[in-house]
């Protein structure tokens, strides 16, 4: 029996809501968008006329709405929770865009409502769905890389000084809730805790050093100790002009890999009786080829979000998927608050200049 369409409404026209737009009108066998809504309403009004539904000002015109399913969450990340848990406790189950929230208590709440009302809830992490992540990720919890020694997340992008006077939110505490970081940053951190595990503690520094009337980083570097004894970097920055590549890297004793640019660089597991010499290959036999040999090409979002990556309509699939088996989501709130909670002991170790426990590392 074929399942019935979920309908969708978007909440937030700015430069993601179009991103949900095209993703939920590219399920077509699956969704269907029905409404948006935006505070500013020049920009209801164009998504809406794009797609030829209508457009309101405010999240209560659309649960007002008994023939809206899913809210997607797209305002600014210091009202997600506020947002989605308006969604929720009007019966709606929510796609929140990154971050989750900006604040750990803003989180729990959101968590709390979503397990009161029963509603289902993503958050999106949309790189979990590239071809490389899922199998850098396969590979690292099936021990194919041995004993996991170091996990580094490293994002070298460049935003302008007129991104951010393009909005009043951008580079605040408030609304932004940090910077690089917490902005540009989050999807290479998620990907790094899926693949390494938990940090338990974070040594950092912060600075803003390419642009100006901004209250939050431009750039950061951060030492992490992870849970299981495993050590790593983060580094991020919005001042690498022009602007280059996301890369993750993840070692272990019996191998190694890097994804640069959503994409499987290199790829090496010791095959069984395999004996390295005293000073190893020096990245010599890639396997990355046999592993992902047709991995699909695709538009990555990469350093400019203007480019649609369709792993967001890989994502909103799952979690139609999700709701119609009354299953949890690959992107649970749980597992976005895992990258909330490392970015800010990040800053309160740049603030302190200690090292600084993660909340929640094991959770």
């Given at each position: 029996m074929r399942k019935s369409k979920l309908s969708f409404g978007i909440l937030g026209c700015g430069v993601i809501g179009p991103h949900h737009a095209a993703a939920i009108t590219a399920l077509s066998d699956e969704a269907h968008l029905v409404a948006v809504a935006d505070s500013e309403p020049?920009?209801?009004?164009?998504?809406?006329?794009?797609?030829?539904?209508?457009?309101?000002?405010?999240?209560?015109?659309?649960?007002?709405?008994?023939?809206i399913d899913v809210i997607s969450i797209c305002t600014p990340s210091g009202m997600?929770?506020?947002?989605?848990?308006?969604?929720?406790?009007?019966?709606?189950?929510?796609?929140?865009?990154k971050p989750v929230d900006i604040t750990l208590p803003a989180v729990d709440k959101l968590i709390a409502v979503q397990r009161e009302t029963g509603r289902k809830a993503t958050v999106i992490s949309q790189h979990r769905f590239d071809p490389a992540s899922q199998v850098v990720h396969e590979a690292a919890h099936d021990g194919r890389f041995g004993r996991l020694t170091m996990g580094n997340a490293l994002v070298r992008w460049w935003r302008s000084q007129a991104y951010y006077d393009s909005g009043a939110w951008r580079g605040t505490w408030a609304m932004d809730g940090g910077g690089v970081l917490m902005n540009q940053s989050i999807h290479s951190v998620d990907l790094l805790l899926w693949m390494m595990g938990p940090v338990a503690e974070v040594s950092a520094y912060t600075g803003l050093l390419a642009h100006e009337r901004l209250e939050v980083e431009d750039t950061a570097v951060a030492v992490l100790q992870f849970a299981s004894g495993a050590l790593g970097i983060i580094e991020g920055t919005t001042a690498a002009y022009p602007g280059l590549s996301a890369r993750l890297e993840i070692s272990g004793d019996r191998g190694s890999a890097t994804i640069d640019d959503d994409r499987l660089a290199y790829f090496h597991s010791a095959a069984d009786g395999e004996q390295a010499d005293s000073y190893g290959s020096r990245g010599e036999g890639n396997q990355a080829d046999l592993v992902l040999p047709s991995e699909e090409a695709h538009t990555s979002a990469g350093s400019n979000p203007g480019n649609l990556s369709t792993r967001?309509?890989?994502?909103?699939?799952?979690f139609?998927?999700?709701?119609?088996q009354e299953r949890e989501p690959l992107v649970t709130l749980e597992e976005g608050r895992k990258a909330v909670a490392v970015?800010?002991?990040?800053?309160?170790?740049?603030r302190t200049g200690r090292p600084t426990p993660v909340e929640g590392a094991r959770v």
């Amino acid at each position: 029996m074929r399942k019935s369409k979920l309908s969708f409404g978007i909440l937030g026209c700015g430069v993601i809501g179009p991103h949900h737009a095209a993703a939920i009108t590219a399920l077509s066998d699956e969704a269907h968008l029905v409404a948006v809504a935006d505070s500013e309403p020049e920009r209801a009004q164009q998504l809406a006329q794009q797609y030829g539904v209508p457009a309101y000002q405010s999240m209560q015109d659309l649960v007002a709405r008994d023939d809206i399913d899913v809210i997607s969450i797209c305002t600014p990340s210091g009202m997600h929770a506020e947002h989605a848990v308006a969604a929720m406790e009007a019966g709606k189950h929510v796609v929140v865009e990154k971050p989750v929230d900006i604040t750990l208590p803003a989180v729990d709440k959101l968590i709390a409502v979503q397990r009161e009302t029963g509603r289902k809830a993503t958050v999106i992490s949309q790189h979990r769905f590239d071809p490389a992540s899922q199998v850098v990720h396969e590979a690292a919890h099936d021990g194919r890389f041995g004993r996991l020694t170091m996990g580094n997340a490293l994002v070298r992008w460049w935003r302008s000084q007129a991104y951010y006077d393009s909005g009043a939110w951008r580079g605040t505490w408030a609304m932004d809730g940090g910077g690089v970081l917490m902005n540009q940053s989050i999807h290479s951190v998620d990907l790094l805790l899926w693949m390494m595990g938990p940090v338990a503690e974070v040594s950092a520094y912060t600075g803003l050093l390419a642009h100006e009337r901004l209250e939050v980083e431009d750039t950061a570097v951060a030492v992490l100790q992870f849970a299981s004894g495993a050590l790593g970097i983060i580094e991020g920055t919005t001042a690498a002009y022009p602007g280059l590549s996301a890369r993750l890297e993840i070692s272990g004793d019996r191998g190694s890999a890097t994804i640069d640019d959503d994409r499987l660089a290199y790829f090496h597991s010791a095959a069984d009786g395999e004996q390295a010499d005293s000073y190893g290959s020096r990245g010599e036999g890639n396997q990355a080829d046999l592993v992902l040999p047709s991995e699909e090409a695709h538009t990555s979002a990469g350093s400019n979000p203007g480019n649609l990556s369709t792993r967001h309509r890989e994502q909103i699939s799952d979690f139609i998927e999700a709701i119609h088996q009354e299953r949890e989501p690959l992107v649970t709130l749980e597992e976005g608050r895992k990258a909330v909670a490392v970015i800010l002991a990040i800053y309160e170790s740049a603030r302190t200049g200690r090292p600084t426990p993660v909340e929640g590392a094991r959770v």
